[in-house]
């Protein structure tokens, strides 16, 4: 159990509440102490204006009874939850005690419920309305950050709608990717083909994708692009999900689909990350995530 003054941080916490307090009683009591209203007031010897003077006439009982109840109210709070310090006090409240309470509330509630869609197939899961609602909300909660909250993406995020995949769209590929987590590794090649090589190896992508592009460039590229990128990006540059290495052919694009983007990906490269959630959400609610990323691109 902490002490009111374990370490230099909590003692001037300590000193500063309940000291504060004491000077404010002090200092309202000594304010109170005037004589009563009215008979033989005190002169404060300040006089303005020939017959303007200032008196020290008590403050009225109502309201020094405010001061009183407001400072009464602090002491019973500070008694009850922390205030003074780190002291956890007579409740014992504390916010990381509430929240692993609720936890375990939910996960009495929820456990079972989602331990039986563990035992079924994620394809099979992916089919239940049920499932796909709390699926959502599981969603919402842990993935929308990063992917919307509808799943369509942001820069550097893919969208999770449109069947394409870095990773595999399978059930077990989404479940890995959700679980294990993903890197995507795009190295920097500015410097390897230089400023004529970048732009050469961004009109060939452009033309892989039937967007407007210079041929002359386009077919410089092309060579650099067997040589340098088919490891990665597949034949053609059809994509390799093995290495999480975009499709360069259908337009959908991870970071933008502008020459200007295109060509800042190839010359400093990218690296997108997917952190992983095995140990964070546990397997059971993977599961149902990866079932419910699995519908989405399915309708
Ligand atoms: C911190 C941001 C972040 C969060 C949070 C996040 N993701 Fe991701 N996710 C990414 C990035 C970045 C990628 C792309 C990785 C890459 O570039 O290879 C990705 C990739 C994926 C993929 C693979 C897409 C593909 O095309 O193969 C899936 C599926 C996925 N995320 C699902 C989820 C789910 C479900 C959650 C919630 C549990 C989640 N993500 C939470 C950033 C995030
Ligand atoms: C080591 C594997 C690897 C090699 C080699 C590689 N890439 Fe990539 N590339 C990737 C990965 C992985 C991504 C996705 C980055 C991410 O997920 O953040 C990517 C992304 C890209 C993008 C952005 C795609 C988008 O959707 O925005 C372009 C363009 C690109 N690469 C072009 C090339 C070109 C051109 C070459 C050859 C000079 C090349 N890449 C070589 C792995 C590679």
Not at 117 to 127: K, S, T
Request: proline share 5%; charged share 20%; aromatic share 10%.
């Amino acid at each position: 159990m902490t002490s009111f003054t374990d370490g230099i941080w909590n003692m001037v916490i300590f000193v500063g509440t309940v000291g504060g307090i004491i000077v404010l009683y002090v200092f309202v009591k000594n304010y109170s102490a005037g004589r009563p209203a009215g008979e033989g007031v005190q002169s404060m010897g300040h006089k303005w204006d020939g017959d303007l003077e200032e008196l020290n006439n008590p403050l009225p009982r109502w309201w020094l009874n405010m001061f009183y109840i407001t400072m009464i109210w602090g002491v019973i709070y500070l008694l009850l939850y922390p205030g003074v310090g780190t002291h956890p006090m007579l409740l014992g409240w504390s916010q990381v005690k509430q929240y692993d309470e609720q936890m375990a509330a939910a996960e009495e509630r929820y456990g079972p419920i989602f331990e039986q869609f563990m035992n079924e197939d994620i394809a099979v899961v992916a089919r239940s309305s049920d499932a796909l609602k709390i699926g959502r909300r599981l969603f919402v909660n842990y993935c929308a950050g990063c992917h919307g909250s509808d799943a369509g993406g942001n820069p550097g995020f893919p969208n999770l709608r449109d069947n394409d995949w870095l990773h595999g769209g399978t059930p077990e590929a989404i479940k890995t990717t959700i679980m294990d987590g993903r890197n995507g590794v795009m190295p920097n090649w500015g410097e390897a083909v230089g400023e004529e090589g970048v732009k050469n190896l961004t009109q060939y992508v452009l033309s892989l994708n039937g967007r407007d592009f210079d041929g002359a460039a386009a077919s410089a590229g092309e060579k650099t692009f067997n040589a340098l990128c088919t490891s990665c990006h597949g034949k053609d540059g059809a994509g390799n999900p093995q290495l999480g290495g975009p499709d360069l052919t259908n337009n959908i694009w991870l970071y933008g689909g502008s020459p200007k983007s295109i060509a800042a990906s190839i010359a400093n490269g990218r690296k997108g990350e997917m952190p992983p959630h095995a140990d964070f959400l546990g397997e059971a609610k993977s599961h149902l995530l990866a079932a419910y990323v699995f519908s989405l691109s399915k309708r």
